[in-house]
């Protein structure tokens, strides 16, 4: 009684009779291993040891039947930390949390079949986003593949379009150079989820382990250094153009860029866009950025993209939610392209000078050869364009009306919380209204500060990437604001949380609806509210999100009035041993602004319903304000 685990089997030797000679503790295996020296172990102790050698500290995962042979080495594993989640989906969307927070490989773990499958959505979402996880999945014996064993899936073949790459291991042999290969893949060129589908009997049988492996990875050779020709060619385009922008995506995130892409942009002092992935790899606080392009983007921003005549397009990929109706998209411009998946360029808009490699590597040789253009006297004359793109970012700002019947205002809530809490946190957004808010409304001053599920969409996202992001940030504040439609699809994850000492605070923008589908239904759909309303607010409370906070052993509190914001969340700033769940309960109808209507041109964009920038007044108030600076200086 009172022994360890880890202990028992330390001194397991004490107590085994003479014919059976003791299995060497997990201390000892990691120690020949670290020292090169092959060890005999199973299929599960070498996937714990390959998984300790490449640097995991953490762990997501629920045990099964199929993968319940890797949980018993892992138990005595003091460098990997479990955490048991309580859906397998929470397991994924935590592995992606931890690894856009930390700019590590996030790892998950579930068993075949149901387990596996519960796996396919963040899996996805990491695939769309490119977020570096590993999914580690067990799956029925080899000799049960293909006979719909129970609880058999085939993982690979569903996970194949939307994984970087994923394997099937049959042989014990094979765990530590799959491991290896899986990690690198991962997290090299274009990083993206990797699945692990290891069959029970690979986990059981004996097997020798030394690290590291060999592998070869023929056809897998990511091109980081750009072409010298193409670098020229663009800082030529950069010269030579009179309203370039600087058009700057999720890669810049991804590569760790954001200090090389700060320097370029001052150097030239060309205006910046970035993307729903890209918030914090400018500071919002930067003269030079015009905030966030697209459906909800500023005005100011989705106009320089109209207008330019140049886009410098880095680790973005056009999508649909930036360029609206393509065809009409930045119709004057020419682009530069760069991005390190060869695939992302000219796939929706030809780039008339393509880049492939790392934007790190990208921005600083671009940076190099502009200065060196610039002392030649190569410059381009953006004057007058910063002064145009500065009029419509002081015209148009992004902004909102408080409710006329004096209810909460989301915005004035999510504004308060990135006000009061500061650009060091960690915030975390579903999907939908709360998600385009948190975006326009919180000040992103660094990168990796902002997490949201941007090509998928995942609703339910927020509060378990929120507890990987804490679990790998831990002296960070980390807010997960989300809907009140998005959080009842993981809160489960609140005990998860609770039980492992992950004290997230969670912001419910709780306007009792499916917000932006509601959203779209006022606007497009006269009003027909079918199917979206969750009585979580009006007229009954179903759940009471505070009673459930308090069930979950968290922090519950509510907050009704624009006149209790501040203290409300100053007392859930103050609590730092428990998670903290808010029910913000906010107008209803607000929507938000501005707005491309899908399918349409991003010249049709609206301030507000019916409301559109005043474009010919605008521009005239701007050239007149170019001629006083003209005459200023003279």
């Not at 049988?205 to 070869?216: G, I, L, M, N, Y």
């Not at 200065?371 to 410059?379: M, P």
Request: with cysteine; net charge negative; hydrophobic share 40%.
């Amino acid at each position: 009684m009172g022994q360890t685990a880890r202990e028992h089997i330390e001194r397991s030797g004490d107590d085994v009779s003479d014919d059976k000679p003791a299995a060497p503790s997990p201390a000892a295996l990691a120690h020949q291993a670290r020292a090169k020296t092959p060890v005999t172990v199973t299929g599960a102790q070498s996937l714990v040891l390959a998984l300790e050698a490449v640097g995991v500290d953490t762990v997501f995962g629920i045990p099964g039947g199929a993968i319940l042979p890797a949980y018993d080495p892992l138990l005595d594993s003091v460098k990997v930390r479990h955490i048991l989640v309580r859906h397998e989906q929470g397991a994924g969307h935590a592995a992606e949390g931890y690894a856009s927070a930390t700019g590590r490989v996030g790892v998950c773990m579930a068993t075949s079949g149901p387990g596996a499958t519960n796996l396919v959505t963040p899996i996805a979402d990491a695939h769309m986003d490119s977020v570096p996880i590993v999914a580690i999945t067990g799956q029925v014996s080899s000799g049960a593949i293909g006979t719909d064993a129970f609880q058999e899936a085939d993982i690979r073949g569903i996970t194949m379009p939307i994984t970087k790459h994923n394997y099937l291991v049959t042989s014990a042999d094979e765990i530590p150079r799959v491991i290896a290969e899986a990690f690198h893949i991962a997290s090299t060129g274009r990083p993206g989820p990797v699945l692990v589908d290891i069959s029970k009997d690979a986990l059981q049988a004996r097997t020798t382990f030394s690290w590291p492996p060999k592998f070869e990875l023929p056809g897998y050779r990511p091109v980081a250094r750009p072409h010298s020709k193409q670098i020229r060619e663009a800082a030529r385009l950069i010269a030579e153009a009179k309203r370039p922008v600087l058009y700057v995506g999720g890669g810049v995130i991804r590569s760790g860029a954001s200090e090389e892409l700060l320097k370029l942009a001052e150097l030239a002092q060309i205006p910046v866009v970035t993307t729903l992935m890209a918030r914090g790899a400018v500071p919002d606080s930067h003269p030079l950025h015009l905030g966030m392009p697209g459906m909800h983007g500023s005005v100011a921003a989705v106009t320089a993209l109209q207008k330019s005549d140049l886009l410098i397009t880095l680790g973005a990929r056009f999508d649909d939610r930036v360029t609206g109706q393509l065809a009409s998209f930045a119709p004057d411009a020419k682009v530069i392209h760069a991005d390190i998946d060869p695939a992302e360029i000219s796939k929706n808009r030809v780039a008339d000078v393509p880049i492939v490699g790392d934007c790190k590597e990208v921005v600083t040789e671009l940076t190099e050869v502009v200065r060196a253009d610039r002392e030649a006297g190569r410059s381009g004359d953006y004057d007058a364009w910063r002064r145009q793109t500065r009029a419509w970012k002081r015209t148009y700002p992004v902004g909102y009306t408080p409710p006329e019947d004096g209810s909460l205002a989301p915005q004035y809530v999510i504004e308060r919380i990135g006000a009061l809490t500061g650009p060091e946190a960690v915030y975390v957004a579903g999907v939908g209204q709360h998600q385009m808010w948190a975006a326009q409304f919180v000040d992103y001053e660094r990168p990796n500060s902002w997490l949201n599920s941007g090509g998928l969409g995942t609703m339910g996202y927020a509060v378990p990437a929120a507890m990987g992001a804490k679990r790998g940030e831990p002296d960070r504040t980390v807010w997960a604001i989300d809907g009140d439609g998005c959080f009842q699809m993981t809160n489960q994850e609140l005990a998860t949380c609770v039980i492992n000492n992950i004290p997230i605070k969670v912001a419910i923008i709780n306007n009792s609806s499916l917000g932006m589908v509601r959203q779209w239904q006022s606007l497009f759909y006269d009003k027909r509210y079918s199917n979206t309303d969750l009585h979580t607010s009006v007229g009954r409370r179903v759940p009471d999100f505070v009673k459930l906070a308090e069930a979950y052993g968290c922090v519950g509190l509510r907050c009704e009035r624009p006149e209790e914001v501040d203290d409300t969340i100053r007392k859930a700033l103050e609590v730092n041993d428990v998670p903290v769940v808010v029910d913000f309960v906010v107008h209803r109808d607000a929507m938000v602004w501005p707005m491309v209507p899908a399918g349409v041109s991003n010249d049709a964009i609206q301030v507000a319903k019916d409301t559109a920038p005043q474009w010919d007044r605008e521009e005239s108030e701007a050239d007149e304000q170019a001629l006083l600076d003209r005459m200023e200086k003279h």
